[in-house]
């Protein structure tokens, strides 16, 4: 069973669970499970799909109900509309708050953008980010005798494929759990100590129009079990909504 947020007659929500793709695909013919199909059978009614998260990403998950929703909440999101915030625990210490800007390669898939241009230049892109809490643990990771983490809220600004994780890649400071822009010595640590092994990017809340009634709403997703675990080795004390912690 999904864990719904949010529910009437245009929307619904969900928790993405990590590890989990959104919706069928070719590229994983293997993939059994999928939110859209395990979410239509558990309200017993078609949804459709507005926006992505990475596979191995948790958190706010938004589908319409009907086609014409669908619709005018995919054109808010065309035009950067809907603010989102995602919670990442990094590698380092990362000290207050800033923007990186650092334009991103088109990332192309090898079977589904065979025939996509292969030449594109890269394109803006933008992620503010903002420190929220820090732990040094006492367990080394190659020559550095303690290990340092960060937690950060981020906000993207424009919506790259891998966007977040590409960023903060580039500032050096990637992701924990990260298997393809992260630290393995750093990832294989984290697992080691902490027994945690998922990437630790959750998509924390999600702000849009209501396409019908025109209200604001806000929308937040409560971290998984493998998050608090983290969170209370580190001891941390859950950020969600809280912006001046």
């Given amino acids: 069973m999904l ?24 590229l994983d013919k293997h993939e059994t499970q999928f939110v859209m199909q395990t979410l239509r059978d558990q309200i017993g009614q078609h949804v ?30 065309s035009e950067n509309k809907v603010q989102k915030t995602y919670l990442a625990l990094v590698r380092g210490f990362v000290q207050g708050q800033g923007e990186i800007d650092y334009a991103l390669k088109v990332k192309l898939d090898k079977i589904a953008d065979k025939f996509t241009q292969k030449d594109k230049a890269p394109q803006e892109a933008q992620t503010h980010y903002h420190a929220l809490q820090w732990a040094e643990m006492p367990y080394a990771v190659g020559r550095y005798a303690t290990t340092r983490y960060t937690l950060l809220r981020l906000r993207p ?6 966007q977040i994780r590409r960023h903060l890649k580039h500032i050096f400071h990637p992701i924990l759990g990260d298997t393809q822009y992260g630290d393995l010595h750093q990832n294989r640590a984290f697992q080691q100590h902490m027994g945690v092994s998922r990437l630790m990017l959750h998509a924390e809340s999600l702000t849009f129009q209501h396409p019908q009634t025109g209200e604001s709403i806000t929308l937040e997703a409560p971290l998984d079990e493998k998050w608090q675990q983290a969170m209370q080795q580190l001891l941390w004390q859950e950020q969600q909504g809280k912006e001046n912690a």
């Fill in 3 to 26: 864990e719904i947020l949010y529910q009437d007659q245009a929307i619904i929500a969900v928790n993405k669970p990590a590890g989990m793709l959104v919706h069928r695909s070719w």
């Fill in 157 to 162: 600004k424009t919506g790259r494929k891998h």
């Fill in 48 to 77: 459709f799909p507005i926006h992505r998260l990475d596979r191995p990403t948790s958190g706010v998950l938004l589908f319409a109900l009907n086609s014409e929703i669908a619709n005018l909440l995919c054109q808010q999101f």
